[in-house]
């Protein structure tokens, strides 16, 4: 297995990992968004890196090395709002 594919699939267990953690729904908590507390609108899996309804990011905290706990599953919506502190 080339590093890049090694790479390439622990960067996607982390996204897989993250995805269950959230439950398929947007983690975002950042105030200015319009909803109160989590947004958990919901997502689907198929729909990764899609602006559309639905659609969903797996962000990663700027300038953090790649780990669970640096990334947030966001939906495009509060992604194109912004990341909002450490994101």
């Known amino acids: 297995m080339s590093l ?3 790479t390439e699939g622990r960067r996607l267990a982390l996204v897989q990992s ?3 953690r959230a439950g398929g729904r947007c ?3 950042h105030a200015g968004h319009g909803h109160e507390g989590r947004c958990n609108a ?3 899996w198929g ?6 309804e639905g659609g969903w990011y797996a962000d990663l905290r700027h300038g953090a ?3 669970l706990s640096s990334i947030k599953i966001l939906c495009a919506e509060c992604r194109r709002k912004g990341r909002g502190v450490g994101f």
Not at 47 to 52: C, K
């Open 42 to 44: 919901m997502l689907y």
């Open 4 to 6: 890049d594919r090694a």
């Open 47 to 52: 729909m990764q890196n899609s602006s559309s």
């Open 27 to 29: 983690e975002c908590t």
């Open 18 to 20: 993250a995805w269950q």
């Open 65 to 67: 090395m790649p780990n």
